[in-house]
T-cell receptor, first 114, second 113 residues
Framework: KNQVEQSPQSLIILEGKNCTLQ??????????LRWYKQDTGRGPVSLTI?????NTKSNGRYTATLDADTKQSSLHITASQLSDSASYIC?????????????FGTGTRLKVLA | NAGVTQTPKFQVLKTGQSMTLQCAQD?????MSWYRQDPGMGLRLIHY???????DQGEVPNGYNVSRSTTEDFPLRLLSAAPSQTSVYFC????????????FGEGSRLTVL
């Protein structure tokens, strides 16, 4: 069964520190992997999109990496800010299954403290 | 651009009542979809549409209907609400093709008593 698992479930860090969130998936083959940020009470917003052939993608202080051999992705947040407090969701699209398929992880809830 | 607009933001229903969640996008996107988000679970696809007049079921379609009469609008109808449909519902859209960014609305929180 295609699955996307994220760790840790939740994380608390101090403002200014770096952190790394993990995403392991069993989806194969896959077309692309995305990271979304979801603020409390809001809809998810796209941070990065990587195809299966890409290794890294950056968006400001957010850097996503992908290792297709081990089926792992990570999202690294540099110099965290209070506004980074949110849930971060990893999403994988299987290849060849139509254009509508997205498999969502359950997310990592990040809290940044002053 | 307003992006993806959902209404209402909050709704409380009694078991057996029906209602429609509205979704509109102003980006001329071909693909639109409805998801539900429940605690401890990833977003799950309810129904989707790849263009006006075309709809199809996702992984959790039971108890919901959709229609797509225009490119802009994609309403989700709850036929006879049940407590199991208590959830946060998100509408999402993107341009055609699987690599495009998926844009989400702000969500509609539904409680069924």
């Amino acid at each position: 069964k295609n699955q996307v698992e994220q760790s840790p479930q939740s994380l608390i860090i101090l403002e200014g520190k770096n952190c790394t969130l993990q995403c392991n998936y069993t989806v194969s083959p896959f077309s692309n992997l995305r990271w979304y940020k979801q603020d409390t009470g809001r809809g998810p917003v796209s941070l990065t999109i990587m195809t299966f052939s890409e290794n890294t993608k950056s968006n400001g202080r957010y850097t996503a990496t992908l290792d297709a051999d081990t089926k792992q992705s990570s999202l690294h947040i540099t110099a965290s800010q209070l506004s980074d407090s949110a849930s971060y969701i990893c999403v994988v699209s299987p290849r060849g299954s139509g254009t509508y398929k997205y498999i969502f992880g359950t997310g990592t809830r990040l809290k940044v403290l002053a | 651009n307003a992006g993806v607009t959902q209404t209402p933001k909050f709704q409380v229903l009694k078991t057996g009542q029906s209602m429609t969640l509205q979704c509109a996008q102003d980006m001329n996107h071909e693909y639109m979809s409805w998801y539900r988000q429940d605690p401890g679970m990833g977003l799950r696809l309810i129904h989707y549409s790849v263009g006006a007049g075309i709809t199809d079921q996702g992984e959790v379609p039971n108890g919901y209907n959709v229609s797509r009469s225009t490119t802009e609008d994609f309403p989700l109808r709850l036929l006879s609400a049940a407590p199991s449909q208590t959830s946060v519902y998100f509408c999402a859209s993107r341009r055609g093709g699987n690599t495009g960014e998926l844009f989400f609305g702000e969500g509609s929180r539904l409680t069924v008593l």
